[in-house]
């Protein structure tokens, strides 16, 4: 098992920068593939970006945030970030981190484990 503990949301003017982080705790930080999601009101959780260990680090994005957002993970603190630039009132929504052990699509039901989440408001 893998607990998660996102932190770093907030309020922030429209193309501004935030940094998400989300602590990991439990099982071996390599055993997963990493993710954030988020979910904005009247909305479905959507995927954001991932990063697998097993992979190389490699990383993978949805269209709505390529350019503008980076995955990234610190080892040393067993954290998964996300670097968010260029900030449009949309990415406004409740951002949650997410780890699976599986192999499947990015997508919620892949995820078994899940942060509580952070809001980010982006103001136009």
């Known amino acids: 098992q893998v607990q998660l503990v996102e932190s770093g949301g907030g309020l922030v003017q429209a193309g501004g920068s935030l940094r998400l982080s989300c602590l990991t705790s439990?099982?071996?930080?390599?055993?997963?593939?990493l993710g954030w999601f988020r979910q904005a009101p009247g909305k479905e959780r959507e995927f954001v970006a991932a990063?697998?260990?097993?992979?190389?680090?490699?990383?993978t994005y949805a269209d709505s945030v390529k350019g503008r957002f980076t995955i990234f993970t610190d080892n040393a603190k067993k954290t998964v970030n996300l670097q968010m630039n260029s900030l449009k009132p949309e990415d406004t929504a409740v951002y949650y981190c997410?780890?699976?052990?599986?192999?499947?699509?990015?997508?919620?039901?892949?995820?078994?484990?899940w942060g509580q989440g952070t809001q980010v408001t982006v103001s136009s």
């Open positions: 439990g099982r071996s930080f390599s055993s997963f593939r």
């Open positions: 997410a780890a699976t052990g599986r192999w499947g699509p990015d997508v919620p039901n892949t995820y078994d484990y």
């Open positions: 990063i697998s260990s097993w992979s190389g680090g490699a990383t």
